[in-house]
């Protein structure tokens, strides 16, 4: 058990005109330490390439996963995949990419262009050594991993971008690098780096992709909590308790809601300052007490962190304006989305006396409901997270 | 002068910000800024009468139709 972890990310585009993505990734969690990820890339487009590299994906990584070897793998994989009508070939590229303990790195690549890693922001050479199964080259590597690195793969989508118009023959391996190192910053998430190759490619295909493209990222990056509270607890008595535990929680600390941030100030001893600064007309403005990091109002801000958290699942954005912004719900979602892996939510059930008019649309409902919705949420977009009730 | 704006989750709703925004405007066209200090507050546990605002210790409930009688009325002339 070390501090680190692995941040997984990817995106695809479809070949213009086409419904289906005939690229693939797989990614199965042995357990928080051990990952499998497997992008295949089918043969051709549309549904003969979807369903390709849909069950090389899966294959591999399903056998993988359970221990098997990688002369297996692939034996079961000519074996199985459906031949191709027109090319009488069965056929689907893929990298394999396996962390152990989130400090080594198995790395199995069959003809996608080569995996790039980054290592302190710079290109790093890896050893790589060819193998022969069935006939086909696979190069196989085993390497040590640092905090930080990037591990950066494609499907020659990806390569082929800008062909014949941006550029003679597309952009090389090089040139990714290239554009990777300049984009680099170890801040960014895996799903951040898959998103802005991916876009600069799409940019360079004028937005019209010539073939399906994916880019998958996988980070190691250090563990860090983020720990929220909303809501004062149901029964008046166990106010110490949960702000005890609350404030015991290692990493940042985020007080959410009027009354909570009153109480938390009562804790610490520490006056609530409120600004009165409106960056978004939307968001309340924030609150400073020493000792917490950020202080702000509890459901209006939170159901905007919610609707942000879905844009960043969903890829709406890569540049999303909560990226930059300033007000409460922005802030929380970066600590959230871009800096934590470990998220505890410490929610208080008190009902709010005032809240419960009929006149007003905050209910206590609503505020269980948004919890539970931001809590699942994040686990989508690989977040542990956890919920306590008091 | 002390005035705080309640800035809490139904206050918000019901159009703290307008009020605030009215009476930064209102303050600084008066010249009252060394005289006023504004600020805000998260729920004054009062939801039903929002927006509301405290003058020194004195509660009063205003809307962003109302900003400005009660600009006239409690905090000019009472200054």
Redesign the interface.
Known sequence: MNNLCTDIGYQSVNKFGEQLCGDRVEIIDQSDENHVVVLADGLGSGVKANILSTLTSKIISTMMANGMSLENCVETIAATLPICEMRKVAYSTFTIVRTIDNREAEIIQYDNPQLILLRDGKNYDYPKTAMEIGGKTIYKSKIELHENDFMVFTSDGAIWAGIGSAMNFGWERDQIIEFLEKMYNPEFTAKTMSALLLDECCRLYGGKPGDDTTVCTVKIRERRSVNLMLGPPRDPKDVNKMMSLFFAKEGKHIVCGGTTSTLAGEFLGKPVETLLDYIDPEVPPIAKIEGVDLVTEGVITLSRVLEQAKGYRDADAIYAEWNVKEDGASLISRLLVDEATDINFFVGRAINPAHQNPNLPITFNIKMHLVEELSELLKTIGKRVKVSYF | MKVT?C????C??KG??QV??RL?TLVAENNLKEQVE??????M????NGVCVTVDDALFSVSPDTVDDFFKTNILAAL
Do not use: A, T
């Open positions: 704006v800035i809490g989750s139904s918000h709703l703290s910000r605030v925004e930064q504004l600020s805000g507050k998260f729920c546990g009062n939801c039903q």
